[in-house]
C-alpha cells in the first residue's frame, strides 16, 4: 500500500500564493507519474500538473505560467507552487501517484482564492 500526506492549502486573496506539498510512503516499487489533481465545484476531477517518471512536466493549460510542479531527488514528495491565484482556483486538491498499474490518492487539501 502506498499512503500519501498533503500539506499547504487555505485560504488567500486573488493574486497570491500558496505551496503545496505531499509526501509518500510505503510499498512505492515502481514509481511512475506524481503530481496534482483538483476538483472544481460541480465538475468532475482534472489534472493539474503533473512530473511523469522520465521527469517532464505536464500542466493543464489554465495554470501554465502560474503554478510550477516540482518533486524532490528522492521521488517521494512533490510540490505545487501556485501563483497568481485566481478564484477559479478554487478547488479541492489531490495529490496523485502512479506506482506501476495502481494509482493512489490524497485525501485532499482545500484551496480557497477569495477577497
Known amino acids: 500500500q502506498v499512503q500519501l500526506v498533503e500539506s499547504g492549502g487555505g485560504l488567500v486573496r486573488p493574486g497570491g500564493s500558496l505551496r503545496l506539498s505531499c509526501t509518500a510512503s510505503?510499498?512505492?516499487?515502481?514509481?511512475?507519474?506524481m503530481g496534482w489533481y483538483r476538483q472544481d465545484p460541480g465538475i468532475g476531477r482534472k489534472m493539474v500538473a503533473m512530473?511523469?517518471?522520465?521527469?517532464?512536466?505536464i500542466y493543464d493549460d489554465s495554470v501554465k505560467g502560474r503554478f510550477t510542479v516540482s518533486r524532490d531527488s528522492a521521488k517521494i514528495t512533490v510540490s505545487l507552487q501556485m501563483d497568481s491565484l485566481k478564484p477559479g482556483d478554487t478547488a479541492l486538491y489531490y495529490c496523485?501517484?502512479?506506482?506501476?498499474?495502481?494509482?493512489?490518492w490524497g485525501e485532499g487539501t482545500q484551496v480557497t482564492v477569495s477577497s
Open positions: 512530473v511523469t517518471s522520465t521527469d517532464s512536466t
Open positions: 496523485y501517484l502512479r506506482n506501476g498499474h495502481e494509482n493512489y
Open positions: 510505503g510499498s512505492i516499487f515502481r514509481l511512475k507519474d
